[in-house]
């Protein structure tokens, strides 16, 4: 069975929803799934997993969040080729640089060698119905880049 690790950071629980909701579409379809909050695992963790996924929040200050910051670095020392990566996040639309930090995870995840199988899914605040069907989309196509 495929696995598939999810790593979050959120503050206002927001990006846990949406980490929630990856977990649980690849869970319907036959995925094992661990998720943890950022500041529970080690980047080296992604190693023993199929489906990469980092889910983060962006605040207006646009830098990778303090306790997220960590795992980020070590990110990009790994070598996760063969891997299959995906990015999430939640941000507000008020500030100029909306979801900022998924973009620098996905470069991040870049330099480690793995294969992005799924376009990012940047939501504004809360999921609202559209952005669960994106999301779950999301998930679907990380699961068909495994067979490829």
């Keep these: ?3 598939a690790k999810i790593v979050y950071a959120s503050l206002t629980g927001n990006t846990e929803e949406i980490a929630d909701i990856v977990a649980e579409q690849l869970e319907e379809k036959g995925i094992d799934v661990e998720i943890n ?3 529970q695992v080690d980047a080296d963790d992604f190693l023993d997993a199929d489906i990469c996924i980092v889910g983060s929040y962006t605040y207006d200050d646009l830098l990778v969040p303090d306790e997220i910051a960590d795992f980020y670095e070590d990110l990009l020392e790994l070598d996760l080729s063969g891997k299959i990566y995906g990015v999430v996040g939640s941000g507000d639309t008020f500030y100029p640089c ?3 930090v998924v973009d620098q ?3 991040a995840f870049q330099s480690t060698g793995a294969k992005k199988g799924a376009e990012s899914v940047k939501v504004d605040l809360a999921a609202e119905e559209e952005d669960i069907v994106a999301l779950e989309a999301f998930a679907d196509s990380l699961i068909q880049h495994l067979d490829n």
Excluded: L, P, R, Y
Aim: proline residues 0%; hydrophobic residues 40%.
């Design 1 to 3: 069975m495929a696995v």
């Design 37 to 39: 909050e950022c500041t």
């Design 105 to 107: 995870f996905d470069k």
């Design 98 to 100: 909306f979801c900022q």
